[in-house]
């Protein structure tokens, strides 16, 4: 039998897995990877409109400003801290650490309480 | 079509050299990237909203515009590295892959290149 031919694992999402914990996860870190390399176009925007001058660089403020751009940059952040808290989880595996499937779960939770804390402390800091 | 497998057809090519580096780069970049995203957003949450003086003053100090470059490279690098990891897994046909990896690694070093440029611009100012 050809290579191409032979039958394949089906994709974890569909109807052959059933969703976990660690696999939501797992695909959220590539989501989020993905989600921030849109959102580096809101960096570079900035960046830029401020290398123009005073004037692009106060244009540029009341768009990120703006409700949409709050939203984004909202989202951004969680992306952010979720993506380096995992990141820093997935460190600890390639270092050999917390393999256990009770550890991975508690990882887990800790990653997503720790996003959620440092996108809302983020907030209140930019709020006040 | 040729009877050979594909492992036959490859046996004896000799390895690439360079499997390792794409992983070892990641880890790398994202280790750098712990400390440099901390930075990034504590300054942030106050220079991004401060009128255009303070901003170019805070960005014109070396440390600032060192930092701001350091963490625009390896942000960067770390994306074309991950982006490249979905592109494999995720899209096919083949060639469909590879155009996908080419724009986006185009876009991203366009994308790096203005950024770091208008940081330059601004700390040179």
């Not at chain 1, 580096?40 to 403020?61: D, N, R």
């Not at chain 1, 989880?89 to 720790?114: I, N, P, Y």
């Not at chain 2, 982006?83 to 070093?109: C, G, H, K, N, S």
Request: charged share 10%; hydrophobic share 55%.
């Amino acid at each position: 039998m050809s290579a191409n031919k032979r039958p394949l694992s089906p994709f974890m999402i569909g109807p052959y897995y059933k969703p976990q914990m660690t696999s939501v996860l797992s695909i959220t870190h590539r989501a989020t990877g993905a989600g921030l390399v849109v959102g580096t176009l809101l960096l570079v925007y900035w960046l830029a409109a401020a290398a123009l001058g005073p004037e692009s660089y106060k244009h540029g403020q009341a768009v990120i400003g703006s409700m949409l751009g709050q939203l984004f940059l909202f989202l951004w952040t969680w992306a952010l801290f979720y993506h380096m808290a995992n990141g820093i989880r997935h460190l600890f595996w390639d270092a050999g650490c917390g393999f256990e499937m009770e550890q991975a779960t508690k990882s887990g939770w800790w990653v997503v309480w720790s996003s959620i804390i440092l996108t809302v402390l983020c907030w209140l800091i930019a709020g006040s | 079509m040729s009877l050979r497998t594909p492992l036959a057809l490859v046996r004896g090519l000799g390895a690439a050299k360079d499997g390792t580096h794409h992983w070892w780069m990641q880890r790398v970049t994202s280790i750098a990237l712990i400390p440099l995203v901390v930075w990034f957003v504590f300054s942030m949450l106050f220079y991004s909203r401060v009128e255009y003086a303070v901003f170019q003053h805070w960005l014109s100090k070396p440390l600032n515009a060192g930092l701001m470059v350091t963490f625009l490279v390896t942000v960067f690098y770390h994306a074309k590295l991950g982006m490249q990891v979905i592109y494999e897994d995720y899209v096919r046909p083949e060639w469909a892959m590879y155009v996908a990896l080419l724009v986006t690694q185009f876009a991203l070093f366009l994308l790096g290149a203005i950024a770091i440029i208008s940081v330059l611009k601004i700390a040179l100012a």
